[in-house]
């Protein structure tokens, strides 16, 4: 935020400059000076907004970025919450087949659900670990394309 409030204070300057050089003129010494001058405050103007321009679409990227990375989470997120109820299931199922053996009633249902819930265990634990994955390369993409661009303006 500072390079942009630095910019908006040169263009500001610039503007003023400006204005004073056309203020000039009427006067014919002042239209030399104003001539003179018009071109360098043209210049640092078209470089000021270029500038800005330049820092508000790095700004939109990391906006982007930012947004794809929060959406990675929030997915994350919801599978390690199907992973928690799934392992909660099956940890239930397992307590009604343990006390069904204990009475020595074999229960051939309860094996059907345990076989069910551990099944549903392991694809949530495969979803999260693959949003997690996601959430890890959602994050580390902008590093890596500005360390690469760094990189490339450095052996320009």
Do not use: F, W
């Not at 500072?2 to 009427?26: H, N, W």
């Not at 820092?55 to 390690?80: H, I, T, Y």
């Not at 392992?87 to 009604?96: H, P, Q, S, Y």
């Amino acid at each position: 935020m500072s390079d942009i409030e630095d910019l908006q204070r040169r263009i500001t300057a610039a503007l003023d400059r400006i204005a004073r050089g056309v203020d000039g003129l009427g006067a014919p010494s002042g239209v030399e000076d104003a001539d003179e001058d018009a071109p360098e405050d043209t210049g640092a103007l078209a470089a000021a907004e270029a500038r800005i321009a330049d820092l508000e679409a790095a700004e939109a990227g990391r906006n982007a970025a930012l947004a794809e990375a929060r959406a990675s989470v929030a997915k994350l997120d919801e599978d390690l919450q199907r992973l928690r109820r799934s392992n909660e299931m099956l940890r239930a199922t397992n307590d009604e087949m343990r006390r069904a053996l204990e009475e020595n009633v074999g229960e051939p249902h309860l094996i059907n659900k345990a076989m069910l819930a551990e099944l549903e265990s392991i694809r949530a634990a495969r979803a999260a670990d693959e949003a997690e994955h996601r959430a890890l390369v959602a994050a580390l993409e902008p590093l890596v394309a500005e360390a690469a661009s760094r990189d490339a303006e450095e052996n320009a």
